[in-house]
């Protein structure tokens, strides 16, 4: 049995209120949900407090919230492959190395992979227990990889990505942590936000299950 767990990164279900995410998490069967600043700022903005979203993050993730605390925090590197400067994992992890810190991370993202032009086979160079977290996305046919943006992210599985080797190489480097849904695409953020989330779990499992 695979020993990855899931995650869901906020800006999948982008719409929706920070409390119905966490809570979307949750039902849809999540271990955990990477939140975004302006999620937490909008939510006190619109009279809410950080208590309440600890609270609920509580009710759901009790069990993570424990292990992070015992684990502590750390800062993980994640390159942007439609950046100028830094857009593939050989230099990222040239950054990371250079760090010359045992704690160094990365954050692996199919979409920045194959946007960035470098060579899946470029995974095989960052041990498993040196990526942060897995991101988990596909990307369409058109555009062109080359041309593509956040928004063009499509759920896992519908689109042309080689997301089965991703996946292989990501296991053979020995990965064991969280996978997250993450997309910015637009026409999902006019569907039901659970659907979404429930669907692009289901999608997810079809690859590490």
Known sequence: MSSIQYCLNSSTIRPAPLMEKIRIAGATGYKAIELWNDDLSAHQEAGGSLQEVKSA???DYGELLQLGRQIGVAPAMEYLGFMKSVYTIEQAWQIATDANDADA?????????????GSIDSI??????????????????????GEQTDADRVLPGDGVGPLR?????????????FVSLELFNPQLWEEDPEKVARTGLEKMQGYFE
């Open 124 to 145: 095989a160079l960052v041990p498993g227990d040196k990526v942060a977290i897995w991101h988990w996305n596909d990307v369409p046919a058109s555009p062109p990889v």
């Open 57 to 59: 993050l509580g009710d």
């Open 165 to 177: 080797e991703i996946e292989a190489l990501a296991l053979r480097q020995g990965y064991s942590g």
């Open 105 to 117: 991370t990365l954050i692996m993202d199919p979409f920045h992979i194959l946007r960035g032009g």
